[in-house]
C-alpha cells in the first residue's frame, strides 16, 4: 500500500518531506530513490542540492546543518541517509527537532540491505526502532519495498524482454526466476545475457544452457534428477553445487527433505486422500505430486521408510566423522534413485 502511495507521489511530483525506503528487493529500492532523485534534481545535473549521509555514524551536528542548508538550484533540497543507525544522535536530534522537517527539503532514510540477522531471520524491534518507525509514519512514509509477487514478476520480465525486442512466454520467465532467483538485479543480468543469446524467443532451453542457477535451484535439479532416476544428471549436479561450495549437509538434508515429503505423499495416498488434499498438504503442486505416485508404482511405505533410514544415515556420517563427502552423498542419491527405478 504505502509503495502505491510513493508511486502516486512521484506521478503527481508532489512529494512528502521525509520517506523511509526499506525491505527486500534491493532493485526496486534503488529505483524509486532514483525517482526521487530525478524530479527533485531535474535542474540540478552536478547535484549541488543533493546531501548524502552515511547513518551508520550520523552524528546530531550532521544531521542539523544538513536540514538548515538551503537548496542552491532547485526549489526544494534532497537529503539522502544509508543505513541510519536507530540509535545515533543524528536520528535522535530529527526526532527531537521535528519542525527541521518544514524547510525546503525532502529527506529520505534509505536501508541499502535488509535489516536480519546472519541466518536471515528478522531483527528483534528496540526501542530506537520503534522510536524511528513511529516518527516516520507521523511525520512522513514508510515504504516497505519486498520482493514482486508471481504474476507481477514475471509480466516485468516479459516488459524487460520485450525492451530488448525479444519475447518470453509466462511459462520460461516462471521458469527463469525459479532457476537465477527473484532478487531483480541478478534478473536484468540473466535477462541481457538471454537476449544477446536468442535471436527472437527466449526458451527454457537457453536458460538452461547459459544462466548462473541459484544454490536453491540447483538443489530442485537434484531432486528432480532422483524423481527421473536420470543418474548421470544427478552427478553432474552434485558436482556443480559441490564447487558452488554448497555445504554437504545442506545437499543431504534436502534430499533428506525430499524423501519425508515422498514418503508423506505415499501415506495420505494410501489413506485415500486426493491428489489435489495432498499437494495442499505438501505444498507441492498436483503434477508434481502424479508423477511422483506414477514413478513409485508398487513401491511400498517400506521401502521409502528404507530410503529415509539411508539418508539419516548420510547425514550422521557427515556429521560425526571425516568422511568423503562426496561419496556419502553419492552413495544417497543412488538409495534415493532406487525408489523410482
Given at each position: 500500500m504505502s509503495l502505491e502511495i510513493l508511486k502516486n507521489d512521484l506521478k503527481s511530483a508532489q512529494l512528502r518531506r521525509l520517506y523511509y525506503i526499506h525491505g527486500k528487493e534491493p532493485?526496486?529500492?534503488?529505483?524509486?530513490?532514483?525517482?526521487?532523485?530525478?524530479?527533485?534534481?531535474?535542474?540540478?545535473?552536478?547535484?549541488?542540492?543533493l546531501i548524502e549521509l552515511n547513518?551508520?555514524?550520523?552524528?546530531?551536528?550532521?544531521?542539523?546543518?544538513?536540514?538548515?542548508?538551503?537548496?542552491?538550484?532547485?526549489?526544494?533540497?534532497?537529503?539522502?541517509?544509508?543505513?541510519?543507525?536507530?540509535?545515533?544522535?543524528?536520528?535522535?536530534?530529527?526526532?527531537?527537532n521535528p519542525n527541521a522537517l518544514d524547510g525546503p527539503t525532502v529527506?529520505?532514510?534509505?536501508?541499502?540491505?535488509?535489516?536480519?540477522?546472519?541466518?536471515?531471520?528478522?531483527?528483534?524491534?528496540?526501542?530506537?526502532?520503534?522510536?524511528?518507525?513511529?516518527?516516520?509514519?507521523?511525520?512522513?512514509?514508510d515504504v516497505k519495498i519486498d520482493s514482486l509477487d508471481?504474476?507481477?514478476?514475471?509480466?516485468?520480465?516479459?516488459?524487460?524482454?520485450?525492451?530488448?525486442?525479444?519475447?518470453?512466454s509466462e511459462d520460461t520467465a516462471l521458469y527463469l526466476a525459479s532457476c537465477v532467483g527473484t532478487n531483480m538485479f541478478r534478473l536484468i543480468g540473466e535477462i541481457g545475457k538471454l537476449c544477446a543469446y536468442c535471436e527472437h524467443e527466449i526458451s527454457k532451453q537457453a536458460v538452461d544452457d547459459i544462466c548462473v542457477k541459484t544454490q536453491e535451484a540447483k538443489l530442485y535439479e537434484l531432486t528432480d534428477c532422483l524423481l527421473n532416476a536420470n543418474a548421470v544428471k544427478a552427478m553432474f549436479v552434485l558436482d556443480a553445487l559441490l564447487s558452488m561450495k554448497t555445504e554437504p549437509i545442506v545437499i543431504s538434508a534436502a534430499m533428506g527433505t525430499y524423501a519425508a515429503n515422498i514418503y508423506r505423499v505415499k501415506l495420505q495416498y494410501d489413506a485415500g486422500e486426493s491428489i489435489q488434499n495432498i499437494a495442499e498438504k505438501t505444498g507441492m503442486r498436483d503434477f508434481v505430486v502424479k508423477k511422483i505416485l506414477n514413478r513409485l508404482g508398487t513401491k511400498s511405505e517400506r521401502d521409502i521408510a528404507?530410503?529415509?533410514?539411508?539418508?539419516?544415515?548420510?547425514?550422521?556420517?557427515?556429521?560425526?566423522?571425516?568422511?568423503?563427502?562426496?561419496?556419502?552423498?553419492?552413495?544417497?542419491?543412488?538409495?534415493?534413485?532406487?525408489?523410482?527405478k
Amino acid at each position: 500500500m504505502s509503495l502505491e502511495i510513493l508511486k502516486n507521489d512521484l506521478k503527481s511530483a508532489q512529494l512528502r518531506r521525509l520517506y523511509y525506503i526499506h525491505g527486500k528487493e534491493p532493485y526496486l529500492k534503488y529505483f524509486y530513490a532514483g525517482q526521487i532523485k530525478r524530479i527533485l534534481l531535474s535542474d540540478d545535473p552536478d547535484k549541488i542540492d543533493l546531501i548524502e549521509l552515511n547513518g551508520a555514524d550520523l552524528t546530531a551536528e550532521d544531521m542539523a546543518e544538513a536540514m538548515q542548508t538551503l537548496p542552491v538550484v532547485c526549489e526544494k533540497k534532497l537529503i539522502i541517509v544509508t543505513d541510519v543507525d536507530f540509535n545515533s544522535s543524528g536520528a535522535a536530534w530529527l526526532q527531537d527537532n521535528p519542525n527541521a522537517l518544514d524547510g525546503p527539503t525532502v529527506t529520505v532514510f534509505f536501508d541499502s540491505t535488509e535489516r536480519v540477522r546472519a541466518d536471515g531471520s528478522p531483527l528483534a524491534a528496540t526501542a530506537a526502532s520503534k522510536r524511528f518507525n513511529a516518527f516516520i509514519k507521523k511525520y512522513g512514509l514508510d515504504v516497505k519495498i519486498d520482493s514482486l509477487d508471481q504474476r507481477t514478476l514475471t509480466a516485468w520480465i516479459s516488459k524487460q524482454a520485450r525492451l530488448r525486442k525479444r519475447t518470453i512466454s509466462e511459462d520460461t520467465a516462471l521458469y527463469l526466476a525459479s532457476c537465477v532467483g527473484t532478487n531483480m538485479f541478478r534478473l536484468i543480468g540473466e535477462i541481457g545475457k538471454l537476449c544477446a543469446y536468442c535471436e527472437h524467443e527466449i526458451s527454457k532451453q537457453a536458460v538452461d544452457d547459459i544462466c548462473v542457477k541459484t544454490q536453491e535451484a540447483k538443489l530442485y535439479e537434484l531432486t528432480d534428477c532422483l524423481l527421473n532416476a536420470n543418474a548421470v544428471k544427478a552427478m553432474f549436479v552434485l558436482d556443480a553445487l559441490l564447487s558452488m561450495k554448497t555445504e554437504p549437509i545442506v545437499i543431504s538434508a534436502a534430499m533428506g527433505t525430499y524423501a519425508a515429503n515422498i514418503y508423506r505423499v505415499k501415506l495420505q495416498y494410501d489413506a485415500g486422500e486426493s491428489i489435489q488434499n495432498i499437494a495442499e498438504k505438501t505444498g507441492m503442486r498436483d503434477f508434481v505430486v502424479k508423477k511422483i505416485l506414477n514413478r513409485l508404482g508398487t513401491k511400498s511405505e517400506r521401502d521409502i521408510a528404507q530410503a529415509l533410514d539411508a539418508c539419516a544415515r548420510s547425514d550422521f556420517a557427515l556429521k560425526s566423522y571425516s568422511a568423503d563427502s562426496e561419496a556419502v552423498l553419492t552413495q544417497q542419491i543412488m538409495h534415493l534413485m532406487a525408489l523410482f527405478k
